[in-house]
């Protein structure tokens, strides 16, 4: 059984394209008095990028309430970024309250935000499956699966996890998920 854990140390290099990925999303935000200059990112783009490369390290030592509160303000700049609420998600999500109501609100509104951000999917895929939503955990973690860049770096076990989902749908939830188990023998 492939574990959360598992699958997101597989390419630290796949958060960094993840915070990249949605730069459009970003500049959409931006005020439009930027420079002729489209190669270099905008002011608030590279602020967005500081502040959740920020958060999320934070959130790696454990810091999980100091992580939101960067990612919050983040957020009030850019409400709608799919980069910022990702990362929102994931911290909600890893925090030690695992608090996967919001965490899965939040991954949904990103979503809303950027429908074909690969990384949103895979993360919102992750979360339905630890909760047993195995119906949306295979349709979101196959959008992802369905992506060249995400197809290239984690297809096959994207594609491992999606053959278990496909075996477990018609099985009763155990009282324990395997991917809980999985995922607190890391701590």
Same mark, same amino acid.
């Given at each position: ?75 009030? =700049? $850019?409400?709608? @970024? %799919?980069?910022? &609420?990702?990362?929102? #998600?994931?911290? /909600?999500?890893?925090? !030690? +309250? ?44 196959? =959008? $992802?699966?369905? @992506? %060249?860049?995400? &197809?290239?770096?984690? #297809?096959?076990? /994207?594609?491992?996890? !999606? +053959? ?24």
């Amino acid at each position: 059984m492939i574990s959360r854990k598992s699958l997101r140390s597989l390419a630290p290099f796949l958060f960094l394209l993840s915070v990249w990925q949605p730069l459009c999303c970003a500049q959409e935000t931006a005020s439009s008095t930027e420079s002729d200059n489209s190669s270099q990112p905008s002011p608030l783009v590279v602020k967005l990028t500081d502040m959740v490369v920020k958060g999320k390290s934070m959130a790696d030592e454990g810091k999980f309430e100091e992580a939101l509160a960067k990612l919050k303000e983040a957020q009030s =700049l $850019a409400p709608k @970024n %799919p980069m910022v &609420l990702n990362t929102v #998600g994931f911290v /909600l999500e890893m925090r !030690i +309250t695992k608090d996967q109501d919001a965490a899965e609100a939040v991954y949904k509104q990103a979503l809303e935000a950027d429908p074909q951000n690969y990384s949103v999917q895979r993360n919102l895929g992750m979360l339905m499956y630890e909760r047993w939503k195995l119906k949306e955990a295979r349709k979101y973690l196959t =959008l $992802a699966y369905n @992506n %060249p860049l995400m &197809l290239q770096e984690h #297809g096959s076990e /994207l594609l491992k996890l !999606i +053959t278990i989902i496909d075996e477990l749908v018609d099985k009763p939830k155990p009282k324990s998920s395997t991917a809980d188990v999985k995922r607190n023998e890391g701590h």
